[in-house]
């Protein structure tokens, strides 16, 4: 068994970054999130033993389980869904003796009272010292019911130097009013600095690797404005449909589920200007600052800037798929986007004039999520008396997944008597160059809340001006008839999507 190496990853992971004793509390422990993310990743935080030996983690849920039924469950989750495989006898064993169960509904107020009793035999039993993480995977509705009734039991009070945060999954509200009101409702219980919104993008290593790259180098930053950068483009394509959530996504679209806040954290990220140190105020304070600097979209102008799209029927990799409407738990007559594209404008010294263009899709020909840099030409060629009239600008593509990485795009000089020119490129691996495969974006967050670090979360105001931003492309939306289905599964998204790029005479990169 391997617990460590010599990877530059894990060695950062050791860095001051054991966690207090503590419980984790996953509200939620019998749904899919739990099953396919959270139980693998803190089992995959144990195998990397970055947990503390002092801990509980409770499993709630209706569900009426028994603390060996919830473990026999979860094993069977983390041998199918965890990154490394076959489960550990040795590493199972001990994290298993830390799993417990609670039954209940969560709007019980007796839930709540077990919890407690629980928790504090905890504490006396294992020395979890009064510390507790909540974790939020129910449906949103739970989500001011459960804050609540644990401030109820006082499971929200710090007052005797315990910590106790409060970890909310999305969707953080359906638009502006109800993100807002989300935000109110948790503030009665817990403090800003207790919760921390999940977006689990900001987990991913490339997501984070931008900071590294844009401020831990020389080359890019002098360049990172509107004078040298054309446009900027961020997709996140998925080749999957809807995978048996249709009854959250019907009620959600593209631009909910990804475009509002997986793409514009990765968008206030590329826009930012250098936060004076990588701490979770500096960093947010310079992220907020990026998408105030977003006009938001005008109901008279959503025709023009934004693009909408549903998936009839198709082929992926070949294989036949069903449209959107067939999926199982969506209306047959429904008119929700499965592709969204929305141009944006950030309107400030280094943006203005440059545009960015972001799109979100499921049933695309293929899963790729990317930033595209594009430059612009230069502004003289000096090849006279050559063939060359024009060049193809560099373009610098940050791969978010699969094969994450990077990769710089320029032009050569073909070897030979004439001046021939042809693009080539710089690539950057993290496969090849770390010799092993990025930790999940859900290990790497549990870890930063058990040790306090919010700074790869949401803050409230980034949650509430991103839905600010879109919010009346929804009402537009839904007071218009949408001409659905109007792409194929397995094409690259509706024609007003192309129509939206030409406009400003440019088009999406096929990825
Ligand atoms: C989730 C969305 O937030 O992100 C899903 O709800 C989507 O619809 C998923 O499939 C994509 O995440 P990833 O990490 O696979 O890009």
Same mark, same amino acid.
């Given at each position: $068994? /391997? ?6 990853f894990?060695? =950062? ?12 509390? @996953? ?11 959270? $139980? ?14 002092? $801990?509980?983690? @409770? ?49 019980d107020?007796?839930?709540y009272?077990?919890l ?37 039991? =006082? ?12 970890v909310?999954?999305?969707? *953080? ?18 403090? &800003? ?17 931008? $900071? ?7 080359? *890019? ?26 009854g959250?996504?019907?009620?959600a679209?593209?631009? %909910? ?19 004076? %140190?990588f ?24 025709? &023009?800037?934004?693009?909408? +799209? ?7 990799a070949?294989?036949?798929?069903p ?29 203005? +004039? ?14 790729? /999520? ?17 063939p060359?009239?024009?060049v193809t ?7 978010i ?20 020119l ?19 974006a859900y ?33 537009a ?35």
């Open positions: $068994m /391997t617990t460590a190496s010599d990877s530059p894990d060695l =950062g992971w050791r860095l001051n970054r054991t966690p207090a004793p503590t419980a984790v509390v @996953v509200f939620g422990a019998s749904g899919d999130l739990s099953h396919r993310k959270l $139980m693998p990743a803190l089992y995959n935080l144990a195998l990397q033993q970055l947990l503390p030996p002092e $801990m509980v983690i @409770v499993g709630v849920a209706l569900t009426p389980w028994s603390d060996d039924e919830f473990r026999t469950e979860m094993k069977a989750a983390i041998s199918e869904h965890s990154r490394n495989g076959e489960v550990d006898d040795e590493v199972w064993h001990g994290f298993a003796q830390r799993l417990r169960y609670v039954s209940g509904s969560f709007d107020l007796d839930l009272q077990r407690d009793a629980l928790l504090k035999e905890a504490d006396a039993d294992l020395g979890t010292r009064g510390n507790r993480l909540f974790y939020l995977a129910t449906a949103p509705t739970f989500f001011p019911v459960i804050a609540m009734n644990l401030g109820k039991v =006082g499971l929200a009070d710090e007052s005797d130097g315990v910590y106790r945060r409060l909310v999954e999305k969707p *953080f509200g359906e638009d502006l009013a109800t993100a807002q009101a989300l935000n109110q409702e948790l503030s009665q219980v817990f403090a &800003e600095a207790q919760v921390y919104r999940i977006d689990h993008y900001l987990g991913k290593e490339t997501v984070q690797n931008l $900071m590294v790259l844009r401020f831990g180098n020389l080359i *890019f930053e002098p360049l990172w404005n509107r004078r040298y950068v054309d446009h900027v483009q961020i997709t996140a394509a998925e080749d999957l449909g809807v995978e048996g959530r249709g959250y996504y019907d009620g679209g593209a631009l %909910r589920d990804i475009l509002q806040n997986h793409l514009f954290q990765v968008l206030s990220l590329v826009a930012m200007e250098p936060p004076a %140190r701490d979770s105020r500096d960093v947010h304070d310079e992220k907020v600052k990026v998408l105030r600097a977003i006009p938001p979209v005008r109901v008279e102008e959503v025709a &023009e800037v934004a693009a909408r +799209g549903q998936y009839g029927p198709g082929y992926i070949g294989v036949p798929v449209g959107y409407r067939e999926e199982e738990k969506v209306d047959p007559n429904s008119n929700t986007e499965t592709f969204v594209a929305l141009k944006v404008r950030v309107e400030n010294w280094r943006w203005a +004039g440059t545009p960015f263009y972001l799109r979100a899709a499921k049933r695309l020909p293929k899963r790729a /999520t990317e930033i595209a840099v594009q430059f612009r030409s230069p502004p003289h060629l000096p090849f006279l008396e050559t060359v009239e024009t600008p560099n373009l610098l593509t940050l791969r997944q699969p094969d994450e990485g990077a990769s710089l795009k320029f032009v050569a000089k073909v070897p030979g008597p004439s001046v021939d042809r693009t080539v490129s710089m690539d950057f691996s993290y496969g090849s160059s770390f010799l092993k495969g990025s930790p999940e290990e790497r967050l549990l870890l930063d809340a058990l040790v306090g670090d919010s700074t790869l979360f949401a803050r409230w105001d980034e949650v509430e001006t991103a839905w600010e931003i879109v919010d009346q492309v929804l009402t939306w839904a007071g218009s008839a949408a001409d659905f289905p109007n792409y194929d599964a397995g094409s690259w998204g509706p024609e007003s999507s192309d129509d939206l790029m030409a406009r400003d005479g440019r088009r999406w990169r096929r990825l």
